[in-house]
């Protein structure tokens, strides 16, 4: 069974930096894509970034190009979003998905394996 755990989520003034991290158990983290979504509220959910299983191959939302950066580490199952210079639009709860696809230059997510999600609020 997979199991999904993001964390570093919190509240951060505009301008401010945070790094997510999320870590994979029960799956070989280390052949599958990941990807990053987010949820504002009252918002459908969006994705924001994702990696291929090699990390040769990133994707960004255009909102955070420049900004947000998307890493794995497949020795600890753990892939990571540096969020830098973050804008209060850049508030919602983050989850990870493990396992999709790319498709027309972005990321499908698989439709099981997600994580609970962590809440970041940009806010003075």
């Known amino acids: 069974q997979v199991r999904l755990v993001e964390s570093g989520g919190g509240l951060v003034q505009p301008g401010g930096s945070l790094r997510l991290s999320c870590v994979a158990s029960g799956r070989a983290f280390s052949r599958y894509a990941v990807g990053w979504f987010r949820q504002a509220p009252g918002k459908g959910r969006e994705s924001v970034a994702a990696?291929?299983?090699?990390?040769?191959?990133?994707y960004f939302i255009d909102s955070v190009k420049g900004r947000f950066t998307i890493s794995r580490d497949n020795a600890k199952d753990t892939a990571y979003l540096q969020m830098d210079n973050l804008k209060p639009e850049d508030t919602g709860v983050y989850s990870c998905?493990?396992?999709?696809?790319?498709?027309?230059?972005?990321?499908?997510?698989?439709?099981?394996?997600w994580g609970q999600g962590t809440q970041v609020t940009v806010s003075s």
């Open positions: 998905n493990l396992g999709g696809h790319f498709s027309g230059g972005r990321y499908i997510p698989h439709r099981t394996f």
């Open positions: 990696i291929t299983w090699t990390g040769d191959t990133t």
